[in-house]
């Protein structure tokens, strides 16, 4: 079931150790910073490490959230360093880092195509379904996207007029769909949708 929304939804493949684990720290994260589930006010989502360039736009990310008043926000730390930043700082942080890893596991996220690579993108995928099978809505906004206006109400007016589901970003000039920066409604199809995206970065399918 729907955590926050009140809805029998098909989240299967978060019944495990590792999508439990995940849901009840991301649930009561959410309780206190954002309180319960309004359509009108997606949760924007974050995910990253403490490679050194990530820290500085963290701040970055962090500093424009603060400057728009914006607090209805949560970060996804894919490992212990950023984790442990966010948290001395009293940010609203959630751990997924993996279990036994090590400090070259970490380094080597930002480096393309590598296993830690591969897995850096499960996990962002990951933080978007606990996300959404909890009943919020969401706006994921990668830490190098320093934001000068609240995006939301244009997202939610253009969703409302089309009956869109979801709104993603292109890789200009391919047409590719951009992680980076997108917005998804919480429903049974964008949970289906989401829980076949996790396969597909499973077994490395493009199609």
Not at 164 to 176: I, K, R, S, T, V
Request: proline share 5%.
């Amino acid at each position: 079931p729907c955590v926050g929304c009140g809805e029998t939804l098909n989240v299967s493949y978060l019944d495990n150790d590792e999508g439990r684990a995940a849901m009840a720290a991301t649930q009561q994260v959410l309780a206190v910073r954002v309180g319960p589930p309004e359509p009108s006010r997606p949760v924007i989502v974050g995910v990253g490490d403490s490679g050194e360039c990530f820290l500085r736009m963290l701040e970055n990310w962090l500093c424009h959230l603060r400057r728009l008043g914006i607090r209805d926000y949560v970060f996804f730390a894919l490992d212990r360093a950023v984790f442990g930043w966010m948290r001395g700082r009293g940010e609203p942080v959630v751990s997924l880092a993996p279990r036994g890893e090590g400090a070259a596991a970490a380094q080597a996220i930002g480096v393309w195509a590598t296993p830690s690579y591969t897995s850096a993108t499960r996990r962002k995928v990951f933080a978007a379904a606990v996300v959404l099978a909890l009943g919020y809505d969401l706006l994921v906004v990668d830490i190098d996207v320093a934001l000068l206006r609240d995006p939301r109400p244009l997202l939610l007016a253009r969703a409302e007029e089309w009956g869109l589901d979801m709104q993603f970003q292109l890789n200009f000039p391919a047409a590719d769909l951009n992680t980076g920066f997108y917005h998804a409604r919480s429903n049974e199809r964008t949970l289906r949708l989401v829980g076949l995206w996790l396969e597909a970065c499973r077994t490395g399918r493009r199609d």
